[in-house]
């Protein structure tokens, strides 16, 4: 049996599975996020407690020899833990957004574009770089308590296993790693004024690190490996390694990734490159910051059920009757395929006659449309996966055909987890099968028809757009 973790932002999972990739169980806990203020932090022990719990679930429901683990989870953000891994305060997460103003005054004088020219990753104020600044200008003491700056599956892989604080080339892909040669690039550290607090950067482990768990929530001498972190994760989990081949995770996050063997550091500075367990492959990546969270807010503010996403859909055409959703909800703006510290979501063409339907529609296209915007920016030339939890509707499936105007590799499941385990089993030379391991569920077909009318509609969206951005630089 082996076994994945997959440590969310807003759900921690784990997954049991046989040697073809089948699952055996699969258990999931919730994890609280406190949005105040523009700052969006999470309970590290809250956290923790979550992967143990449903560790101990997933291995009782499937009480068989484990022969391995894996561990992936959110990237981004500071996890700030002292020299016994323990928290030193709140997480601050990738949804963080108080140091805005940081990455504005970056944005201005040009140490923005400076870093992306080094390191290929565009900063955004839930990201480490400016997170620790703020940090440093208003919160000195955590760090000089904080034995290291983590990510959250290096505290994990640390509380797990009793190891050194480590982290490996993927999460340590923004902002300070040099795609070229994988190692921090001490001139960025320079930049961002935090070349004092240099110490507080983990060891990166090239390939991932591995070691034995101490027997909680797995049995003690469990062999696991940590990372990459949850975007590759799924990539490999997707089967997503071939150059111009691309993923799209519809998640809390909306993420687009393209394999690449292509370092093109010219372009807008936007999304990053994710180093993989391959020397000269990487992923292209435009995390967009808010996925099914935009329409998880439209559900509860009108009051729909989940289940009822899929009947909704259906009694409204496409174009929504004229009303229109730019879907950038996150209270730290956009960060892909452009960086937009102050951009918010915008919802148009609403009247007294539009409908819950209305409302659910435009929202599940103008999330269609920054998926396209994000993949096209990442240089699509493959086929695409889909994943996450949106795949779990599927009319929103077959609408997202029709925006993207390509067929989708649905995988289903727990492709983070699934992805582990086979970065994992690579790591151990623990031979599986990747193809049955990554196989599709279903593959989506889009409509004609209705991709001829959304690839007009998304030349209107890419307008509104550019408006909403000229706005946004005004405030």
Not at 161 to 169: I, L, N, R, S, Y
Not at 285 to 307: F, I, K, N, Q, Y
Request: with cysteine.
């Amino acid at each position: 049996m082996y076994v994945g973790i997959d440590v969310g932002t807003s759900t921690v999972k784990a997954a049991a599975f046989d040697s073809a990739g089948r699952e055996l169980a699969v258990a999931a806990r919730p994890v609280d996020l406190a949005l105040h203020g523009g700052f969006v932090e999470q309970d590290m022990e809250e956290v923790y407690a979550a992967v143990v719990a449903v560790l101990n679930e997933v291995t009782s429901r499937a009480p068989e020899q484990i022969e391995l683990a894996g561990l992936t989870g959110q990237g981004d953000g500071v996890w700030l833990v002292d020299a016994d891994g323990l928290p030193v305060r709140p997480a601050a997460s990738w949804m963080d957004g108080r140091a805005h103003e940081l990455v504005d005054r970056w944005l201005a004088d040009g140490t923005f574009e400076t870093v992306f020219r080094r390191t290929g990753g565009a900063m955004f104020p839930g990201s480490p770089g400016p997170l620790l600044a703020w940090l440093d200008s208003h919160e000195p003491k955590a760090l000089d308590a904080a034995r290291a700056a983590l990510y959250c599956k290096d505290m994990v892989f640390q509380r797990l296993t009793g190891a050194v604080p480590t982290t490996d080339v993927s999460d340590a892909s923004m902002p300070f790693l040099d795609p070229r040669t994988r190692t921090y690039d001490n001139r960025v550290v320079e930049l961002l004024g935090l070349a004092h607090r240099r110490g507080l950067l983990a060891p990166v482990s090239d390939p991932v690190a591995t070691a034995q768990t101490r027997g909680e929530g797995l049995p003690p001498g469990t062999r696991i490996a940590n990372g990459p972190y949850d975007l590759p994760a799924c990539a490999l989990g997707a089967g997503v390694t071939s150059p111009g081949d691309g993923l799209l995770i519809v998640g809390t996050c909306l993420a687009s990734l393209v394999a690449t063997t292509d370092l093109d550091l010219t372009g807008e500075p936007a999304g990053l490159y994710i180093n993989t367990d391959r020397p000269g492959h990487w992923l292209r990546a435009m995390p967009a910051m808010v996925g099914t969270a935009a329409l998880d807010w439209v559900l509860s503010t009108t009051g729909v059920r989940h289940e009822e996403v899929d009947g909704l859909l259906a009694e409204t055409p496409p174009g929504a009757h004229g009303v229109r959703v730019l879907p950038y909800f996150a209270p730290s703006g956009e960060r892909a395929p452009f960086v937009e510290p102050r951009l918010r979501a915008e919802l148009t063409g609403v009247s007294l006659e539009s409908t819950r339907a209305d409302l659910v529609r435009a929202t599940c296209e103008g999330i269609g449309y920054a998926a396209r915007h994000c993949l096209e920016a990442a240089g699509l030339t493959g086929t695409l996966a889909v994943c996450g939890g949106g795949t779990r509707s599927p009319a929103w499936m077959r609408l997202l055909a029709d925006v993207l105007g390509r067929p989708l590799r649905v995988v289903e499941g727990e492709v983070g987890a699934r992805g582990a385990v086979l970065a994992a089993a690579e790591r151990y030379g623990v031979a599986l099968d990747a193809e049955a391991w990554t196989r599709p569920t279903a593959v989506v077909e889009p409509d004609g028809e209705r991709a001829a009318y959304y690839a007009r509609a998304y030349e209107d969206h890419l307008a509104r757009l550019t408006e909403a951005r000229d706005r946004a630089r005004r405030i």
